[in-house]
């Protein structure tokens, strides 16, 4: 299991890691804002200290703009955090992944074009993949739920994900399985099977969907076992197709949030035990 630093939000990196570290779990997927507060060169070496495996950072991506400043801006920040990600997983502990995690980005403001939103996603992709691979990075595409696609991600489905990946070496483009966003998908065991099988799968990311959704519904994801998600169904899926890196919790809540961080990562280990079946191989980096 892996803390993803967004399942305890209001911790600063320093606090994240500890409180991590002192529940014995052995993996942190982190943010680039925490990491932004301290500079990178101080936080590689919080991490370093931390004796903590980096499983992912969060995140990359919003590139649907039109060309222009606002367009270009956005990929000098991607390119910034290619950096950043090869530099926080170098200082990670061994079986660290050095994994970008992309959203999209919705429809410009008074666009209704989403094929045009689609493509220009991909061409960003096209641009930054070369600085990738040549990092040692992945840029790992997640699709969000579609009630997102307006504002945050024009990436649906796995589905769309995968058609998308595959158009680049293997190495530097995979996708995040995430169970809030795919657990609906009718076509979701099929597609992580298709996933596992081009050696895709570069981050899974658990939690639940719960109901009634919130007003705000980027905080609908609950705690494993709150909710109506098949937790056993997806690993199991996961499992099969190959993947054995870490598994991260990764929740939007503000219940959770204004928790106290240690109590969280505490509760967030027991549900994880209780819900989230995981293979006995042992964890390691993504098969490519």
Known sequence: MSINQATIKYADLATALRV?????????????????????????????????????????????????????????????????????????????????????????????????????????????????????????????????????????????????????????????????????????LDQIARAGASGRIVSFQVCDWVTPLPQDVLLARGMMGDGHIDFAALTHAVDAAGYRGDVEVEIFNQAIWDAEPASVVARTVRAFADNVPLSDAPAENPPR
Not at 32 to 52: F, T
């Open 20 to 188: 991590t570290a002192d529940a014995g779990v052995q993996s942190i997927g982190l943010w680039r804002e925490p990491v932004a507060e301290v500079g990178l060169r101080d936080a590689a070496k919080l991490v370093a200290d931390s004796g903590l495996r980096v499983s992912s950072l969060c995140r990359g991506g919003f590139f649907t703009a039109v060309e222009g400043p606002e367009r270009r801006r956005s990929l000098d920040d991607n390119r910034a955090a290619i950096e950043e990600t090869a530099t926080l997983a170098a200082a990670g502990a061994d079986g660290s992944a050095a994994v970008l995690v992309l959203v999209a980005g919705g429809l410009p403001a008074g666009s209704t074009d989403l094929r045009g939103a689609r493509e220009r996603m991909r061409d960003a992709i096209a641009e930054l993949e070369p600085e990738a691979r040549a990092s040692g990075v992945t840029l790992a595409l997640e699709a969000l739920h579609p009630m997102y696609a307006a504002d945050r991600a024009v990436l649906s489905t796995l589905g769309q994900a995968l058609d998308l990946a595959d158009q680049f070496p293997v190495a530097s483009v995979g996708v995040v399985v995430d169970t809030f966003h795919l657990w609906w998908d009718p076509q979701v």
